[in-house]
């Protein structure tokens, strides 16, 4: 019984320290961001950004649950590509290193999601991304 407490103060422990080291991005401060400092290719920033627009809200600090498990951070990714405490998972990484402000680990996470599934893989993409009519235009409002 105390063994559980423990556990479940420490869970909360840890989505409040995420919330507080986490960051809320503008659409073009995080475009930027991902083009220069994490080498996202130019011809698929726009629907990276408007991914991220429906998935988190360009929120780093962001934990979703699911039927599926958790999902982590400015990307959603999945719980199977993390593990709790300890790198691991598909990625290799541990999920709480995907709801930093820092987006090296989350960054290269989800490009190698996206390269394996494509952006089918995140229902915010396929729902409100799919159709490039509905892509920010990043050249017009950023400047990129």
Not at 64 to 72: A, E, F, I, P, V
Not at 75 to 103: A, M, P, T
Request: one cysteine or more.
């Amino acid at each position: 019984m105390r063994t559980a407490a423990l556990a479940l103060f420490c869970v909360g422990l840890w989505v409040s320290m995420a919330s507080v080291l986490g960051k809320q991005y503008l659409r073009c401060e995080l475009a930027r961001k991902l083009l220069e400092q994490h080498s996202f290719e130019r011809s698929l920033l726009s629907n990276w950004i408007c991914l991220l627009e429906h998935e988190s809200e360009l929120d780093t600090s962001k934990i979703s649950t699911t039927s599926n498990g958790s999902r982590y951070g400015l990307f959603q990714i999945e719980s199977r590509y993390c593990q709790d405490g300890r790198r691991g998972g598909v990625c290799n990484v541990k999920c709480q290193d995907l709801v930093e402000e820092n987006l090296r680990e989350a960054a290269a996470c989800a490009k190698r999601i996206q390269a394996e599934e494509g952006f089918r893989h995140w229902s915010g993409w396929q729902r409100y991304c799919r159709n490039t009519q509905n892509l920010p235009n990043l050249k017009v409002i950023c400047g990129i």
